[in-house]
């Protein structure tokens, strides 16, 4: 399965500690969101473009008895939502909070959902701990983030 990494989040919040908090929402999580979408975008891409759907089509691909495409589907929303987010964010619109506030919050929920299929190992191959951290950091990350919004 293709591996998300949606550390940049985490590290664009820790790296901003010595911004104002101004800064902070306007250009630090903004840059964090905006890497991580394009990076759940081009993963998925890679995934797509590397065979991964198996010749069998986007909506008929399947993995371990479950339509695929419902999942790629919210990601590849989650990752333009988190894109738009960070555009209003940056050029300080006047939705951009809402915006981000709301693709922060698919974040939060893609992480945690996806915990549960990166926990199973049906197989024996999986590297549990390699899939958990990045679902962990985007998880506390976007808490993070959305606490920053919920705070101001």
Same mark, same amino acid.
């Given at each position: ?30 840059v ?10 081009? *993963? !998925?891409?890679k995934?797509?473009?590397?065979g ?16 695929? !495409?419902?999942?790629?589907?919210a ?10 987010? =960070?555009y209003?964010? /940056?050029?300080?619109?006047? /939705?951009?909070?809402? =915006? =981000?506030?709301?693709?922060?919050g698919?974040?939060?929920?893609? *992480?945690?959902?996806?915990?549960? *299929? ?23 990350? *976007? ?7 919920? =705070?101001?």
């Amino acid at each position: 399965m293709v591996k998300r990494f949606f550390v940049v989040v985490l590290l664009c919040v820790f790296a901003s500690a010595a911004y104002g908090q101004n800064e902070l929402k306007t250009r630090a999580i903004p840059v964090g969101m905006a890497l991580t979408g394009v990076i759940i975008a081009g *993963s !998925w891409t890679k995934f797509i473009i590397n065979g991964g759907l198996g010749g069998e089509g986007y909506f008929i691909c399947m993995d371990k008895g479950c339509l695929r !495409w419902p999942e790629m589907t919210a990601d590849y929303a989650a990752a333009g939502a988190l894109v738009v987010g =960070a555009y209003g964010l /940056w050029t300080e619109q006047e /939705w951009g909070e809402a =915006a =981000a506030t709301a693709a922060l919050g698919a974040l939060l929920y893609l *992480s945690f959902r996806n915990m549960g *299929s990166a926990l199973v190992d049906d197989t024996g191959e999986k590297n549990v701990l390699a899939e958990m951290m990045p679902l962990t950091i985007s998880l506390v990350g *976007s808490a993070m983030c959305l606490g920053v919004f919920i =705070a101001h």
